[in-house]
């Protein structure tokens, strides 16, 4: 089975940066996602990492150690509409489907 | 390109009724999968289809099935319900692994 953790819910200042951390365990790891679901709607595809490293996609970029079993999503320059649950999903050995954590409730105030 | 669709938005049931949920893919996506989203257990995956055959299946009793159709629509059904089933049913499509959601179906049983 895999076990995926991240922090329950963490609070940020509008403008500020936040790192919102997953670490996993699994075996034959074969990529991990990182989703965005506003309250009340549906998750929403933010980023994919199967290699090691460091991927930028505008205000948001994702971290990835397969070593570490470790990720994490990196969000710049706070906005208030970036309050949000925030999933991280780890896909692994040969199951197509992957497996979500509890997400991470992200508040961001004034 | 239209995204993924999902009926009834909302369903109010009583035990040991039964329910059927229906989902339509993105256009060209082949891969429907199906999640029960609560607050205490976050978003559990319960089976996936390919090409009209359930490819991947969760820990989930057998009241709750599915099937698919050749225009790769899905249905879900759950039967004899129970109060612990009230829950938003997240319906998502795939073409290459990154999980496209649609809006939900907010089911509560009374």
């Known amino acids: 089975g895999q076990n995926i953790d991240q922090p329950t819910e963490m609070t940020a200042t509008e403008g500020a940066i936040v790192q919102i951390n997953c670490t996993y365990q699994?075996?034959?790891?074969?990529?991990l996602f990182w989703y965005q679901q506003h309250a009340g709607e549906a998750p929403t595809f933010l980023s994919y990492?199967?290699?090691?490293g460091l991927e930028e996609k505008g205000r948001f970029s994702s971290f990835l150690s397969r070593s570490k079993g470790y990720s994490y999503l990196l969000l710049k320059e706070l906005q208030m509409k970036d309050s949000a649950s925030y999933l991280c999903a780890v896909r692994s050995g040969g199951s197509y489907i992957p497996t979500f954590g509890r997400g991470t409730s992200l508040i961001v105030h004034p | 390109k239209a995204g993924v669709t999902q009926t009834p938005r909302y369903l109010i049931k009583t035990r040991g009724q039964q329910v059927t949920l229906s989902c339509s893919p993105i256009s060209g996506h082949r891969s429907v999968s199906w999640y029960q989203q609560t607050p205490g257990q976050g978003l559990q995956f319960l089976f996936e289809y390919f090409s009209e055959t359930q490819r991947n299946k969760g820990n989930f009793p057998g009241r709750f099935s599915g099937r698919q159709f050749s225009n790769s629509r899905s249905e879900m059904n759950v039967s004899t319900l129970e109060l612990g089933d009230s829950a938003l049913y997240l319906c998502a499509s795939s073409l290459q692994g990154e999980q496209y959601f649609g809006p939900g179906t907010r089911l509560t049983v009374t």
């Open positions: 990492n199967v290699l090691d």
């Open positions: 699994t075996s034959g790891f074969n990529g």
